[in-house]
Each structure stands twice: as C-alpha cells, then as structure tokens.
T-cell receptor
Framework: KNQVEQSPQSLIILEGKNCTLQCNYTVSPFSNLRWYKQDTGRGPVSLTIMTFSENTKSNGRYTATLDADTKQSSLHITASQLSDSASYICVVSLSGTYKYIFGTGTRLKVLA | DAGVTQSPTHLIKTRGQHVTLRCSPISGHKSVSWYQQVLGQGPQFIFQYYEKEERGRGNFPDRFSARQFPNYSSELNVNALLLGDSALYLC?????????????FGPGTRLTVL
C-alpha cells in the first residue's frame, strides 16, 4: 500500500533553534518528493522538490534530504523564526500517474 | 499576478443538501486538481482535470463530481452531504499534468455540514 508517514506529529521549539522533520514512504513507482508548508487555514506552498537522483535540496533556511534506498526524507529548518510555525507536509508522487500521496504533516510551533 | 482563487471561503450546509465549490486557476495553467483535507490530516486527492477532461479520480463516492470550463476554471459538486464531508476543500492548478509540474494551491473553502 502506498503510504507516507511523518514524524513527529507535532513539535515545539524556541525561536532561533534548528529542527528536523522526518518522512518515510512506501510509494512505488517513485517519481518525486516534495515538502510543503501549510499555514493554518491556507493552502500548502511548495518548499522543495527532489527526484530519486537528488539527495539534497535547499530553499533558504529549509534543506531537504532524500535517501531513495531507505525511502526516507528529512526537512531541516535552520535558525527558526516565529513565521515558521505551520504544518509541514511531505508529498510523494507516483511515476507515470497523476497521483500524489500526502503525509499527515508535522505541526511546528516556534515560540519566542 | 493573481494566484489560485476559490469561492466561497466558508460555507455551512445541512445534511442532505448539495454544494458547489468554485476554483479559478493561475492564468496559463490548464490543469486543476481538487483535494479534501479533514482537520489534522493531509489532503486527499479527489479529481484532476486537464483541458476540460477528467484525468484522474480518487477514492471518493459518486456524490462527488466536478467539471472544468473552457476558461479552465472548475467546479466541485457534492450531493447528499454527510457530516463527514466537513473539511477544507483545496483546489490546485498546474501548467500540465506531469508530477514534475508544481501545483499551486488556493486558500481553500471551509465546508461545515451540520
């Protein structure tokens, strides 16, 4: 069964600290993996996209890694800011299809 | 440039009623997808339309239907509403149907079924 699991479910950190979010997937055939940021009550916004041949991708303070062998990805946030408070969703797409498998997300709260 | 727009932003209905949600894609985008996001969960795929044709359908009952117009805007219709249909309905547009095309999401329509 194609699944995307994320951990932790929720996370609270202090402003300025770093954090890492995890994503494990059992999706085949794999096409690409995206990380989205979703503010409360808003639509998701894409942060990074990686294909199986890419093992790291950065977007400002966000760095995503991908290990296609172990089917794991992580999103590292550096020097967190209050505006980073949001849900972060890992999405894997199936090769040759329109299908996207969404994880349930990690809810991040950054405190001053 | 305007992003993906959706209307209405909020909607309250009662069980058994019908609802129509609307989406306008980013100019130049020909593909529109619909997702249902229940509170605390990730979005679940409902439909994808491209050039006015249905290209994909998720695991949703026939009470859910959609269509895409010549200007690429789209409507999602849900009949015989159930309490479990309460969710945030997201529309996403992209240039094409390839999974490499980035999907841009609208702000969503919050549907509450009483």
């Amino acid at each position: 069964k194609n699944q995307v699991e994320q951990s932790p479910q929720s996370l609270i950190i202090l402003e300025g600290k770093n954090c890492t979010l995890q994503c494990n997937y059992t999706v085949s055939p794999f096409s690409n993996l995206r990380w989205y940021k979703q503010d409360t009550g808003r639509g998701p916004v894409s942060l990074t996209i990686m294909t199986f041949s890419e093992n790291t991708k950065s977007n400002g303070r966000y760095t995503a890694t991908l290990d296609a062998d172990t089917k794991q990805s992580s999103l590292h946030i550096t020097a967190s800011q209050l505006s980073d408070s949001a849900s972060y969703i890992c999405v894997v797409s199936l090769s040759g299809t329109y299908k996207y498998i969404f994880g349930t997300g990690t809810r991040l709260k950054v405190l001053a | 440039d305007a992003g993906v727009t959706q209307s209405p932003t909020h909607l309250i209905k009662t069980r058994g009623q019908h609802v129509t949600l609307r989406c306008s894609p980013i100019s130049g985008h020909k593909s529109v997808s619909w997702y249902q996001q229940v509170l605390g969960q990730g979005p679940q795929f409902i439909f994808q339309y491209y050039e006015k044709e249905e290209r994909g359908r998720g695991n949703f009952p026939d009470r859910f239907s959609a269509r895409q117009f010549p200007n690429y805007s789209s409507e999602l219709n849900v009949n015989a509403l159930l309490l479990g249909d309460s969710a945030l309905y997201l529309c996403a547009s992209s240039f094409g149907t390839s999974s490499y095309n980035e999907q841009f999401f609208g702000p969503g329509t919050r549907l509450t079924v009483l």
